[in-house]
């Protein structure tokens, strides 16, 4: 098992929040499919809320059907790039009725700024039919039914169930994978496999936070190309190594 590098120590006198009786020295055994242990685990997840008790998602929506649009959006796109799209499109299209009324051809004019617009548009027309046909125009609130829908997987259903009807789902993205993987936290070679670990391994209290703690996180913190240990939150618990120093 990896240790604290020497940026990791370097890192470790600067962070706000720390714990030696859990940091990458605790002892006791491994949580079930995970590297770390469960205090360690729990400490995670008590340190993410701390600092930031109510997490959210940052794409704009107004109820579950603006939701969904977004998410399925999102897909290989930046959250950022789907908000600068979206409001002009909920002025006129934020029911499947009204979805269905602007039509491929006006839906692709609203969202051809977003990587994959033409199969999105495509899905998201076919999405609004089903819906209309067959749901009674409401979102359907169970993962079966959402999964049946064009453009919507495992990850975009799991993103509706927890931020539009509250369950403790957690949503495994890029960032995620990434995150599981590094820390230890929940390794895994598919993100299936990460979320399984994780289902088990993130204490319940937290379960309906932590697919946002740990986006934010990846997203801001533990970067793809460089992850900004010397000011992360959980250097002394994650096993990635080396760890980035500070610059300079
Ligand atoms: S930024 Fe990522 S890799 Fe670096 S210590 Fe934090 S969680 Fe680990």
């Known amino acids: 098992m ?14 706000a929040l720390g714990s030696k009786a859990l940091g990458s020295r605790a002892v006791g055994s491994r949580a079930p499919g995970s590297l ?3 205090s360690q685990i729990d400490e995670i997840f008590r340190r993410f809320h701390e600092a930031c008790p109510h ?28 908000n600068r799209a979206t409001p002009d499109l909920f002025r006129v ?9 602007l ?17 999105k548009a495509k899905n998201l027309i076919a999405a609004s039919k089903k819906l209309v046909e067959e749901h009674g125009s409401k ?13 919507v997987g495992r990850k975009t259903a799991n993103v509706v169930l927890n931020v539009a009807f509250g369950e403790k789902t957690i949503a495994v993205d ?8 590094r820390t230890g936290l929940a390794p895994g070679k598919t993100p299936l496999d990460v979320e399984l670990t994780l289902n088990e391994v993130v204490p319940e209290r937290y379960k309906h936070n932590a697919h946002h703690w740990l986006i ?5 913190v533990c970067k793809a190309r460089k992850p900004e240990c010397w000011r992360c939150l959980i250097n002394d618990i994650c096993l990635y190594e080396p760890k980035t120093p500070a610059p300079g």
Do not use: W
């Not at 990896?2 to 962070?15: I, L, M």
């Open 93 to 101: 299209a934020n029911t499947p009725e009204t979805l269905l009324a």
């Open 36 to 38: 770390l242990t469960q």
């Open 103 to 119: 039509g491929e051809a006006g839906l692709i004019e609203k969202i051809k700024t977003i990587g994959l617009y033409r199969s």
């Open 2 to 15: 990896a240790v604290q590098s020497k940026g990791g120590k370097r890192a470790k006198g600067k962070r």
């Open 55 to 82: 997490p959210k998602t940052e794409l704009h929506y107004q109820d579950p059907f603006t939701l969904l649009v977004a998410v399925v959006l999102s897909a290989q796109a930046t959250d950022a790039s789907v």
């Open 216 to 220: 934010l996180h990846g997203r801001y």
């Open 174 to 181: 890029t960032h995620i994978f990434r995150v599981a993987n």
């Open 139 to 151: 979102v359907p609130d169970n993962r079966e039914a959402l999964e049946t829908l064009p453009g």
